[in-house]
């Protein structure tokens, strides 16, 4: 499941020609949100060095706790989340 950082995941999913990015989204910790977590389609982040981008919010690779294919398999996830 866990192979590689999470930025290295995600830029697999948005830039590999055999990925769709719309068959995944991410898993935030998002304060405040219903359980304190935030669901984000993989297709409206846009990837920085140390932060992801969602429209003008400028969010921590920490803050993510897992990637989720639409299909439920969890294709990423934090090692304190286990």
């Known amino acids: 499941m866990r192979k590689g950082s999470v930025k290295e995941v995600l830029a697999k999913i948005k830039y590999d020609p ?3 990015e719309d068959d995944y989204y991410i898993v935030i910790e ?3 949100a219903y359980g304190n977590v935030k669901r984000i389609p993989v297709r409206l982040i846009e990837l920085g060095h140390g932060y992801f981008f969602v429209d003008e ?3 921590p690779y920490h803050r993510i706790l897992k990637v989720v294919r639409k299909d439920g398999r969890v294709v990423w996830e934090t ?4």
Do not use: C, L, V, Y
Not at 79 to 82: C, E, I, Q, V, Y
């Open 30 to 32: 998002h304060r405040g």
């Open 18 to 20: 055999r990925e769709n």
């Open 57 to 59: 919010a400028q969010i």
């Open 79 to 82: 090692r304190k989340n286990r």
